[in-house]
């Protein structure tokens, strides 16, 4: 019976280091299953070279491959793999395979593809391989049998409170404490739940939670942020959760836990703009207390046309309204906001920059970043983009070169791009010339 599994998230060196958690949460099942696992992040060395030595012994090589780069990485590595041994079972999950299974599977260097969540998934393949066991009865699994694709019954989503929690030991933390800036000196990400219940049409969310959300607890967060805390000295958490401020009860006793421990670490979080609409002025300030400094905000656009089109349920003055209420209460807020929708991107980019000016007629304490529009697979609004001119890739490789942040639709031009570029630039310096002002430097 063979124990070891290895677990790769095919970053690109050189990158900003982000906890692996899509890894490190897989990696924690198998470990209290009893397999050995090993985890290794494409951004931290050559994993080609470090599976030399102990490939004859691997049961299985997962990835986690979100859409765009990480497939081109992973695929690089794959076929590496292949040349070492040609009976090591590769199986890909994460974003891209599980909206795009079939077309994943299709890759002759894809042997499975695990869909969803993939905690529960990855340890019942590890027990049907080891045993022989038919692979019909495992929730979430595709694979190739006698040249079809067979795809498995989905496996429903479990909150991360029930799932294993994260072993730290299966990772070097070190690595990834980073000095940022825009929070502490010693920062590093964090992850508390999966999913968001709301229904943005731009967005992976909805497609792979199905407007689900599935949290951990906030005892057993603030445990895991204690430990980062005391062991290794961390006194900055970005919290990468798509939204996490969906239970304001859980936001607060998480809070609450915080100041009774009298744990000190600035955070940042994203959430939405009816959490902060909701709070009360004494939740505001034990949100502060507790070192919460920081919201991201998914304001998307200026435009009322726009936030109906993609499901937002508030108004250009509601974020007016907040920015204020949020700067009283000395939070800083993120807004993010995507520009250039068919069929007039020139209009929404006008009405988008009108309503920052008239946030920062109120405040400047906040800052805004931009975003043009880019059609994400499957998700509600793409169809509509494709109704539009956008043309989408058909192979696995092609997705390698889907990028989020650069410009791919027919309806934006190279001047829109750059004028949205030069208003980048204007705002971070504006930005940066009041917080020093500020500082009084």
């Not at 006194?235 to 915080?258: E, H, K, W």
Request: aromatic content about 12%.
């Amino acid at each position: 019976m063979k124990k070891k599994i290895i677990l790769i998230i095919p970053n690109v060196i050189n990158k900003q280091m982000v906890m692996p958690y899509s890894i490190l949460a897989v990696g924690s099942a198998l470990a209290e299953a009893g397999y050995e696992v090993t985890l290794l992040d494409g951004g931290t060395g050559d994993i080609v070279e470090e599976l030399q030595e102990i490939v004859s012994q691997v049961l299985y090589i997962g990835f986690s491959v979100f859409t765009g780069e990480q497939i081109g990485v992973a695929l690089k590595i794959s076929k590496s793999i292949r040349e070492l041994s040609q009976d090591i079972p590769l199986v890909w999950g994460g974003w891209h395979p599980s909206v795009f299974p079939e077309l994943t599977l299709a890759h002759e260097l894809v042997d499975f593809v695990v869909r969803g969540q993939g905690e529960l998934t990855a340890v019942e393949l590890a027990k049907a391989l080891n045993e022989e066991i038919e692979f019909a009865s495992l929730y979430g699994l595709s694979y190739k049998t006698d040249g079809e694709f067979k795809h498995n019954q989905d496996r429903k989503s479990i909150v991360r409170s029930e799932l294993p929690r994260y072993n730290w030991d299966l990772i070097d933390v070190n690595k990834y404490i980073i000095n940022d800036p825009a929070i502490s000196t010693r920062a590093i990400t964090y992850v508390s739940s999966q999913g968001c219940p709301y229904s943005c049409g731009f967005c992976s969310d909805v497609v792979k939670y199905k407007r689900g959300w599935y949290p951990m607890t906030a005892q057993q967060m603030f445990e895991d942020v204690q430990l980062l805390v005391n062991e290794y000295d961390v006194n900055g958490i970005l919290f990468y959760d798509s939204n996490f401020s969906v239970d304001p009860n859980r936001v607060m006793d998480f809070c609450q836990l915080i100041v009774d421990a009298e744990l000190k670490f600035k955070w940042l979080i994203a959430g939405h703009i009816t959490f902060l609409q909701r709070l009360k002025p004494e939740e505001w300030a034990l949100l502060r207390k507790a070192g919460c400094f920081k919201i991201l905000i998914g304001a998307e656009s200026g435009s009322q046309r726009i936030l109906d089109l993609i499901g937002k349920n508030f108004t250009p003055q509601d974020l007016i309204d907040i920015s204020k209420k949020a700067s009283d209460h000395d939070f800083e807020i993120f807004f993010t906001m995507i520009i250039g929708w068919p069929p007039n991107p020139e209009e929404d980019f006008e009405m988008t920059r009108q309503l920052i000016t008239s946030i920062q007629e109120v405040t400047m304490d906040h800052e805004f970043i931009i975003h043009i529009y880019a059609p994400f697979p499957a998700t509600p609004l793409y169809p509509y983009a494709c109704e539009h001119g956008y043309t989408a890739p058909t192979r696995l490789e092609e997705w390698a070169n889907y990028d989020y942040y650069k410009s791919t639709t027919p309806w934006i031009s190279k001047d829109f791009e750059e004028r949205v570029q030069k208003y980048r630039m204007e705002l971070n310096f504006k930005h940066q010339k009041y917080k020093m002002r500020k500082k009084g430097v």
